[in-house]
């Protein structure tokens, strides 16, 4: 659930990043280059997040099924 949250989060940022170049292109555009180089950045940080949090959620998961794992051992 929360990675689902994660993605859906990082969908949103990569909508804004793409629709702030166009928007910036579109009044200046001169320097179309440097922002396209921008926005590459940004988009990439963007993905990094949408990466990271399944990676964290999974993490978060399994320290969960062990913590009761050992709790089922311990009362058997």
Do not use: C, D, W
């Not at 990676?55 to 089922?72: C, D, E, G, T």
């Amino acid at each position: 659930m929360a990675a689902t949250i994660a993605s859906a989060g990082a969908a949103i940022g990569i909508g804004n990043v793409l629709s702030s170049s166009i928007h910036s292109v579109a009044r200046n555009p001169s320097l179309a280059k440097q922002s396209f180089g921008y926005a590459i950045l940004g988009f990439a940080l963007t993905e990094a997040i949408a990466s990271f949090a399944p990676m964290m959620a999974f993490l978060i998961s399994s320290v969960f099924r062990s913590k009761n794992q050992r709790k089922k051992v311990e009362v058997s």
